[in-house]
Nanobody, 116 residues
Framework: QVQLVESGGGLVQPGGSLRLSCAASGFTFSSYAMNWYRQAPGRERELVATIPSAGGTTKYADSVKDRFTISRDNAKDMLYLQMNSLKPEDTAVYYC?????????WGKGTLVTVSS
């Protein structure tokens, strides 16, 4: 079955950096676009970044553009999110996501807290 396992979250000071990872299994990773979402306390889940199946042109939410970079390693079935210049408003649970047809698959998420 499809499994997505996020890691790399933690507590970081404003202006700091973190790299999130997502280990994928149970499907042909290289055939599917992948996404990072986040959900802050009391807010709806929002799309942060998207990468096509073979890499290439990526898309970002305006709030993270020029600070976050999504990437993937299809040889290792891994998805990444490099987050730089972190702000307190980036505090959220970050989720790895993919869609197969009409079905969304989610990991359990990893918590990122940006605070001094």
């Amino acid at each position: 079955q499809v499994q997505l396992v996020e890691s790399g979250g933690g507590l970081v000071q404003p202006g700091g950096s973190l790299r999130l990872s997502c280990a994928a299994s149970g499907f042909t990773f290289s055939s599917y676009a992948m996404n990072w979402y986040r959900q802050a306390p009391g807010r709806e889940r929002e799309l942060v970044a998207t990468i096509p199946s073979a890499g290439g042109t990526t898309k970002y939410a305006d709030s993270v553009k020029d600070r976050f970079t999504i990437s993937r390693d299809n040889a290792k079935d891994m998805l990444y999110l490099q987050m730089n210049s972190l702000k307190p408003e980036d505090t959220a649970v970050y989720y790895c996501n993919t869609r197969r047809g009409f079905i969304n698959y989610w990991g359990k998420g990893t918590l990122v807290t940006v605070s001094s």
